[in-house]
């Protein structure tokens, strides 16, 4: 991939003008201050004044009004309410404009002055809108910060300092700064009570920082020459090599994980991780610096100030998707050529307007443009089905029967059809579309999960199956900790999906998705597995249900992490965990397509394939060839096949299998305890929760028991989990129902015998009135 420029000629400036008509060089004044104000236009004031508006349409810049004579601005900020796309309805976009003399002002969409407010002793360095469009911040070389009202009345003073400010950036949450001060960066939260984090970050001053909506990650450049990423505590996650110039300038994608680094006479595009895509150089002519990057609202292009006054926009051609036999390469603004290996076939699809975001898999390629969704087959790649209305997609992400679409107004679910299948909402979830992104939503086989972003440790869980009751009405699972990262399962049947998600410890975790209901509705919370730690990021196959997690500094493959969630033992068998020091560092997954990891480390791809017994095992269990399954685990002789596939034979009560699965995986007590399974009657109560209880489901296997009406086991079941309260419970309310057998009598007993065996006295209050009454009668 790599950035494609152009300069944009400032025909119509009058300067310009002027100069020709006098014959000489028009005065060309630094440009720093540069912004968009929807996908199209870019609003820009130099030195002289005068704020130009640049079209993309038309490819000039017109005068949009004067500054006074006095004003000399620093920083240029829109921003956008009405919609990203349109620009917003009239009156509902504003333009802050900060100067030299510690003035800022606020334009409206008519570019009329509403307010100027004096606000520091010192020049204004940095003037910035909040995220969410609450406020503003204004840091300046007088060493202060401060927040202001929308209207312009101060908040608050966040920063008194000696040191001047350079630079100021907010969280993506709106609710820190951070700022820099010589070689320093701070960071603020603006909580009450809460400690500046401060750290030495370069050797010179800090030129410039970036604070990365996508990932949580700050970047920051220097006159050391370097430019460095960081995270959200101080923690240096990427260091450059030294560039020829200071780098004057980073900035962030808003939607894709790239980082634009500027520096004198050269831009480089690179990861959010820090390793370069590509470099783009300006030798003849000369632009000098680059003082200000600014990307469009939808991620696709970039503008860029130079020192030399010119005007730069450009956009990154040759993004490549592959999945299996095809490719897709984006080969200018509007085209992509997607290439198929299988039958050597090259096609240029064209399209009307520029291409925001594409998606390739399952034979599909999904294509949006500013206004439309493009569809294509890989067998029928002439006659794409066309979806309009969608404007500026975010996000596409593919499934083995529907896509999902993140765009402006929604989150949409289509079939490859083109039919409109699912427009998932929730409470709050227009407010929050803005923050969303591919972390925070996941599209599985038959479920979209969607995580909460005002509650982050909520997860919404939206059916897919045609005429589900939770199309429209989601399940909720709630975590422990905030979520960092969800991913549905991809594949399998119906009834066994599943959701794996990373908390903001980097523990992984893993849930089923169908069985919400029952779980939600008796303890306010659906079964939770944790099966592993220290986990940066996570992939589910394309065809199978074998998961792929990586840690910093090995990678790990759960060969059943669904149905052997409820087991630690089958977990640990079934997981195979692999080094990474020769990768190198922040190494990402990329794909999993059947049975190839492509991992994505310093820009090369590494393919790793899984075992493939494995995956033909899991082929095989999922059209229900047991005896085929059997056979593979008995040619491969390895104990994770064997641990795989007892798990999934006890889930589909396959119990003769399992046996044979387990002993084979050297699990004697669990051969032992199916074979107690074998002596209870088939397909009895009894025998349905005995196996619900193997598979980790307690409160399933009560439930069988009590429909059954049988209270005496589900009494028993309850005491050999230990269970005290609720065994007391079933008893007190089934002792009625059931007259011939003394339920309370048992539990006390049994209680007592507890106790002894502890040589302890009774110490639970629901215990302890029983043995009140007991001494009582006895008296």
Sequence with gaps: MKLKTRICKRSSLKSAETAQERNTEPSSYPLSCVDWSSNEEIYFVSDDHQIYKWSDVSRDSVEVAKLPDDFIPTDLDWLLLGGRSSGGGKGSDTLLIASN??????????ARVERSISAHTAAISSARWSPDGAGLLTAAEDGVVKIWSRSGMLRSTVIQSDEAIRCARWAPSSTAIAFSQGGHISIKPLAANSKLIRWRAHDGLVLSLSWSAQSNIIASGGEDFRFKIWDAQGANLFSSAAEEYAITSVAFNPEKDYLLVGTFNMLKLCHSTGWSYSSARFTSPSVGSFYTLAWSADGTQVACGTSTGQLIVGYAVEQQLISRNLKATSSSRKSIALQD?????????DFPQRVINFALGYGHLVVATTHQLHIYNEKYVNTPIIIDGRNDVRVIEVGKKYFMVLDASSIWVYTYTGRLHLNPRYPGSQAQLPLLNWRSISLGLDVLAIRDNSETTLLHLFDLIPGASRQYEPQSLRAKQQL???????????????????DSNRELYISETKNQSASNSSNGSAEIYKIGTQLTAIKWASETNILVGVHDSCYSI?????EGAADPTIIALTTITLDTAEFGKHVAIESFEDAVITFRCAGALLPINVNIYCEVLHRSLQEGQWQQALRICRL???TSLWATLAAVATRKHQLQLSEEAYSAALQIDKVSYLQHLKTLSPSSAEQMAENSLMLGRMLEAETILLHNRKYDQAVALVLRMHNWKRALEIAQKHQADQPDVELLQRV??????YLKALQRDEWDALYMTYATKDENLSD
């Excluded at 290996?341 to 699809?349: E, H, K, M, R």
């Design 558 to 562: 759960w060969y059943c992490p669904g």
């Design 636 to 638: 491969a002789q390895h």
């Design 341 to 349: 290996i299988a039958n050597g076939t090259n096609d240029v699809l």
């Design 484 to 502: 960092a990262e969800i991913a549905a399962c991809r594949a399998g049947n119906a009834d066994d999906q599943f959701i794996a998600f990373i």
């Design 101 to 110: 003399d510690g003035r800022f002002i606020i334009l409206n969409k008519s």
């Design 748 to 753: 006390l007993q049994e209680r007592q015998r």
